[in-house]
Protein backbone atom coordinates (compact mmCIF):
# COMPACT_ATOMS: atom_id res chain seq x y z
CA UNK A 1 0.00 0.00 0.00
CA UNK A 2 0.98 3.24 -0.95
CA UNK A 3 1.72 6.81 0.88
CA UNK A 4 -1.07 8.89 -0.11
CA UNK A 5 0.88 12.29 0.31
CA UNK A 6 4.30 10.72 -0.95
CA UNK A 7 2.65 9.62 -3.92
CA UNK A 8 0.69 13.08 -4.94
CA UNK A 9 4.15 14.92 -4.63
CA UNK A 10 5.51 12.62 -7.07
CA UNK A 11 3.16 14.12 -9.55
CA UNK A 12 4.14 17.24 -10.76
CA UNK A 13 0.43 17.43 -13.14
CA UNK A 14 -2.32 14.61 -12.37
CA UNK A 15 -4.80 16.46 -13.62
CA UNK A 16 -8.07 15.53 -11.97
CA UNK A 17 -8.03 13.10 -9.20
CA UNK A 18 -10.65 10.31 -7.45
CA UNK A 19 -10.28 9.12 -4.13
CA UNK A 20 -12.68 6.40 -2.85
CA UNK A 21 -11.77 4.26 0.21
CA UNK A 22 -12.45 3.30 3.78
CA UNK A 23 -11.53 5.59 6.86
CA UNK A 24 -10.06 2.48 9.72
CA UNK A 25 -12.76 3.56 12.00
CA UNK A 26 -15.35 2.24 8.64
CA UNK A 27 -16.66 6.12 7.37
CA UNK A 28 -16.60 6.34 3.82
CA UNK A 29 -14.24 8.75 2.40
CA UNK A 30 -14.38 10.53 -0.73
CA UNK A 31 -12.09 12.79 -2.45
CA UNK A 32 -11.76 14.68 -5.81
CA UNK A 33 -9.44 17.45 -6.77
CA UNK A 34 -8.92 19.48 -10.04
CA UNK A 35 -5.85 20.79 -11.23
CA UNK A 36 -5.16 23.11 -14.16
CA UNK A 37 -2.40 24.68 -16.45
CA UNK A 38 -4.84 27.17 -18.91
CA UNK A 39 -6.39 30.25 -17.20
CA UNK A 40 -9.86 28.69 -18.06
CA UNK A 41 -9.26 25.64 -15.96
CA UNK A 42 -7.87 27.54 -13.22
CA UNK A 43 -10.58 30.46 -13.15
CA UNK A 44 -12.80 27.29 -10.95
CA UNK A 45 -13.90 26.71 -8.10
CA UNK A 46 -16.26 24.14 -6.30
CA UNK A 47 -19.51 24.84 -4.95
CA UNK A 48 -22.28 23.05 -2.60
CA UNK A 49 -25.66 22.58 -4.00
CA UNK A 50 -27.68 20.29 -1.55
CA UNK A 51 -26.18 16.87 -1.46
CA UNK A 52 -24.24 17.28 -4.79
CA UNK A 53 -20.75 19.00 -5.84
CA UNK A 54 -20.89 22.03 -8.73
CA UNK A 55 -18.01 23.42 -10.30
CA UNK A 56 -18.81 27.56 -11.18
CA UNK A 57 -16.44 29.38 -13.59
CA UNK A 58 -14.99 32.49 -12.08
CA UNK A 59 -13.93 34.86 -15.07
CA UNK A 60 -15.52 37.40 -17.02
CA UNK A 61 -14.07 35.45 -20.10
CA UNK A 62 -16.26 32.73 -21.86
CA UNK A 63 -14.28 29.40 -20.82
CA UNK A 64 -12.75 27.54 -23.67
CA UNK A 65 -13.96 24.17 -24.02
CA UNK A 66 -16.93 24.95 -21.17
CA UNK A 67 -18.55 21.42 -21.94
CA UNK A 68 -15.32 19.59 -20.29
CA UNK A 69 -14.28 21.97 -17.41
CA UNK A 70 -18.38 23.07 -16.19
CA UNK A 71 -19.90 20.18 -14.75
CA UNK A 72 -21.29 18.60 -11.38
CA UNK A 73 -18.23 15.96 -9.66
CA UNK A 74 -20.56 14.38 -7.01
CA UNK A 75 -23.96 13.50 -7.57
CA UNK A 76 -25.98 11.72 -4.81
CA UNK A 77 -28.95 9.02 -5.78
CA UNK A 78 -30.68 7.45 -2.23
CA UNK A 79 -27.75 5.19 -1.37
CA UNK A 80 -25.25 6.13 -3.87
CA UNK A 81 -22.68 8.80 -4.36
CA UNK A 82 -21.39 9.37 -8.06
CA UNK A 83 -17.86 11.01 -8.47
CA UNK A 84 -16.25 11.81 -12.03
CA UNK A 85 -14.48 13.99 -13.83
CA UNK A 86 -16.77 15.04 -16.21
CA UNK A 87 -20.42 15.51 -17.52
CA UNK A 88 -20.36 11.80 -17.60
CA UNK A 89 -21.52 11.95 -13.44
CA UNK A 90 -24.82 12.60 -15.10
CA UNK A 91 -25.18 9.65 -17.61
CA UNK A 92 -24.32 7.36 -14.85
CA UNK A 93 -27.21 9.26 -12.84
CA UNK A 94 -29.75 8.83 -15.38
CA UNK A 95 -28.91 5.33 -15.79
CA UNK A 96 -29.40 4.56 -12.61
CA UNK A 97 -32.59 6.07 -12.28
CA UNK A 98 -33.46 3.67 -14.88
CA UNK A 99 -32.57 1.05 -13.33
CA UNK A 100 -29.19 0.64 -15.33
CA UNK A 101 -25.66 0.27 -14.13
CA UNK A 102 -22.39 2.35 -13.47
CA UNK A 103 -20.62 -0.04 -16.25
CA UNK A 104 -23.39 -0.03 -18.58
CA UNK A 105 -24.01 3.60 -18.30
CA UNK A 106 -20.67 4.44 -18.76
CA UNK A 107 -20.15 2.53 -22.02
CA UNK A 108 -22.31 5.02 -24.15
CA UNK A 109 -18.84 7.39 -23.13
CA UNK A 110 -15.51 7.52 -23.98
CA UNK A 111 -12.32 9.66 -23.51
CA UNK A 112 -12.70 13.43 -23.76
CA UNK A 113 -12.55 15.32 -27.19
CA UNK A 114 -9.29 17.61 -26.24
CA UNK A 115 -6.56 16.26 -29.07
CA UNK A 116 -3.61 15.41 -28.57
CA UNK A 117 -4.64 14.78 -24.73
CA UNK A 118 -7.44 12.82 -25.01
CA UNK A 119 -8.34 13.23 -21.81
CA UNK A 120 -9.17 10.19 -20.00
CA UNK A 121 -12.60 10.40 -18.27
CA UNK A 122 -12.44 8.51 -14.88
CA UNK A 123 -15.38 8.26 -12.61
CA UNK A 124 -16.40 6.58 -9.60
CA UNK A 125 -19.10 5.11 -7.67
CA UNK A 126 -19.87 4.28 -3.86
CA UNK A 127 -22.82 2.16 -3.15
CA UNK A 128 -24.14 1.17 0.45
CA UNK A 129 -26.10 -1.58 1.54
CA UNK A 130 -27.52 -2.36 4.71
CA UNK A 131 -24.78 -0.11 5.81
CA UNK A 132 -21.91 -1.86 4.05
CA UNK A 133 -20.53 0.12 1.45
CA UNK A 134 -19.03 -1.35 -1.71
CA UNK A 135 -16.96 0.82 -4.31
CA UNK A 136 -16.48 0.91 -8.42
CA UNK A 137 -13.67 3.39 -10.46
CA UNK A 138 -13.74 3.21 -14.25
CA UNK A 139 -11.34 5.05 -16.80
CA UNK A 140 -12.23 5.72 -20.14
CA UNK A 141 -9.36 6.47 -22.38
CA UNK A 142 -7.87 6.45 -25.80
CA UNK A 143 -6.39 3.05 -27.09
CA UNK A 144 -4.65 4.78 -29.88
CA UNK A 145 -2.63 7.64 -30.76
CA UNK A 146 -5.03 9.39 -33.01
CA UNK A 147 -7.73 8.61 -30.71
CA UNK A 148 -9.85 6.71 -33.20
CA UNK A 149 -10.38 3.70 -30.08
CA UNK A 150 -11.62 3.97 -26.31
CA UNK A 151 -10.55 1.28 -24.03
CA UNK A 152 -12.83 1.27 -20.84
CA UNK A 153 -11.97 0.04 -17.73
CA UNK A 154 -13.66 -1.27 -15.04
CA UNK A 155 -12.61 -1.71 -10.89
CA UNK A 156 -14.63 -2.71 -8.26
CA UNK A 157 -13.82 -3.07 -4.42
CA UNK A 158 -14.86 -4.42 -1.34
CA UNK A 159 -15.03 -2.56 1.92
CA UNK A 160 -11.89 -2.54 3.71
CA UNK A 161 -10.92 -0.64 6.51
CA UNK A 162 -7.85 1.83 6.40
CA UNK A 163 -7.66 1.70 2.50
CA UNK A 164 -8.09 3.78 -0.12
CA UNK A 165 -8.34 3.95 -4.13
CA UNK A 166 -7.02 6.49 -6.56
CA UNK A 167 -7.44 7.87 -10.03
CA UNK A 168 -6.12 10.25 -11.96
CA UNK A 169 -6.24 11.46 -15.05
CA UNK A 170 -2.42 12.13 -16.00
CA UNK A 171 0.76 10.53 -15.58
CA UNK A 172 2.84 13.71 -16.34
CA UNK A 173 4.12 15.17 -19.61
CA UNK A 174 4.20 18.51 -21.29
CA UNK A 175 2.76 19.38 -24.70
CA UNK A 176 1.15 16.27 -24.88
CA UNK A 177 0.13 14.94 -21.54
CA UNK A 178 0.44 11.28 -21.02
CA UNK A 179 -3.05 9.53 -20.36
CA UNK A 180 -3.63 7.37 -16.68
CA UNK A 181 -2.75 3.74 -16.92
CA UNK A 182 -2.40 0.45 -14.47
CA UNK A 183 -4.32 -0.24 -12.06
CA UNK A 184 -5.58 2.32 -9.27
CA UNK A 185 -3.02 2.83 -6.15
CA UNK A 186 -4.20 1.49 -3.26
CA UNK A 187 -3.29 3.95 -0.56
CA UNK A 188 -3.58 4.14 2.96
CA UNK A 189 -6.50 6.79 4.61
CA UNK A 190 -6.70 8.50 8.00
CA UNK A 191 -9.83 8.56 10.56
CA UNK A 192 -9.16 12.88 10.63
CA UNK A 193 -11.39 14.12 8.04
CA UNK A 194 -8.85 17.46 8.56
CA UNK A 195 -5.68 15.62 8.71
CA UNK A 196 -7.18 13.63 5.28
CA UNK A 197 -8.02 17.23 3.56
CA UNK A 198 -4.29 18.95 4.15
CA UNK A 199 -2.70 16.15 3.18
CA UNK A 200 -4.45 15.98 -0.07
CA UNK A 201 -3.85 19.84 -0.29
CA UNK A 202 -0.73 19.98 0.77
CA UNK A 203 0.45 16.89 -1.73
CA UNK A 204 -0.95 18.30 -4.81
CA UNK A 205 1.47 20.53 -6.85
CA UNK A 206 0.74 24.20 -5.24
CA UNK A 207 1.15 25.50 -9.14
CA UNK A 208 -1.34 24.04 -10.96
CA UNK A 209 -3.68 22.79 -7.60
CA UNK A 210 -7.13 24.75 -8.28
CA UNK A 211 -9.80 22.92 -5.98
CA UNK A 212 -10.39 20.16 -3.77
CA UNK A 213 -13.63 18.95 -1.83
CA UNK A 214 -13.53 15.68 1.02
CA UNK A 215 -16.33 13.94 2.37
CA UNK A 216 -16.64 11.31 5.55
CA UNK A 217 -20.05 9.59 5.03
CA UNK A 218 -21.32 6.95 7.95
CA UNK A 219 -22.39 4.01 6.12
CA UNK A 220 -25.44 3.46 8.92
CA UNK A 221 -27.20 6.75 8.58
CA UNK A 222 -25.82 8.43 5.02
CA UNK A 223 -24.86 11.45 7.48
CA UNK A 224 -21.69 13.45 6.70
CA UNK A 225 -18.92 16.07 7.33
CA UNK A 226 -17.03 17.60 4.59
CA UNK A 227 -14.39 19.86 3.57
CA UNK A 228 -13.70 22.28 0.53
CA UNK A 229 -11.03 24.04 -0.60
CA UNK A 230 -10.57 26.32 -3.38
CA UNK A 231 -7.09 27.69 -4.21
CA UNK A 232 -8.96 31.30 -5.90
CA UNK A 233 -11.65 31.78 -3.32
Same mark, same amino acid.
Given at each position: ??????????????????????????????????????????????????????????????????????????? $??????? @????????? $????? @??????????????????????????????? $??????????????????????????????????????????????????????????????????? $?????????????????????? @?????????????????
Amino acid at each position: MTELYSLLRTQKYSGRGIILGTTPKGKIAIAYFIMGRSASSRARKFARRGDDLVINYTSDRDPEHAELIIYSPIR $VLGNRII @VTNGDQTDT $VYDAL @VLGGSFESALKTRCFEPDPPHFTARISGLVT $VNEGVPSFELSVLKAADPEGKTCARQFFCYEKQEGVAHYIHTYMGGNEVLRTYSGEPHEVDIPDDIE $VFTQLIWTGIDDDNKVALYVRF @VDPITMEYTDRLINKNE
